[in-house]
């Protein structure tokens, strides 16, 4: 699976997030979005489901990565591959990365 760095930082009010996913789902039949203090190893989990990463926020606040996931999946709760609004889970020491992983249909 490629890893794709595409970081944004700051406040996720203030990033246009939704933009970017809005755009990287055009271009796929499968994603899902979620977060991992650890990129490279959360890929190797994913490696027979999507074919390509995109990390695209990082930040030193796990309260901010999962009011960021779960904005981005409710913005595309339709369509994603997410079983759940997340925001869960135990994610480790920062910093912290929201990611999406997809297929390149």
Request: hydrophobic share 35%; no cysteine.
């Amino acid at each position: 699976m490629q890893v794709v760095w595409r970081i944004e930082t700051g406040w996720p009010q203030w990033l246009n997030l939704r933009r970017r996913v809005g755009a990287l789902r055009r271009h796929s039949i499968f994603y899902k979005i979620g977060i991992t203090n650890d990129p490279d190893r959360r890929a190797r989990q994913y490696y027979d489901e999507y074919d390509e990463m995109i990390v695209i926020y990082q930040t030193q606040s796990l309260a901010s990565a999962r009011w960021v996931e779960r904005d981005l999946i409710d913005f595309t709760w339709d369509d994603t591959d997410n079983e759940v609004g997340g925001g869960g889970g135990n994610f480790g020491e920062p910093p912290y990365f929201v990611y999406v992983v997809r297929d390149r249909a």
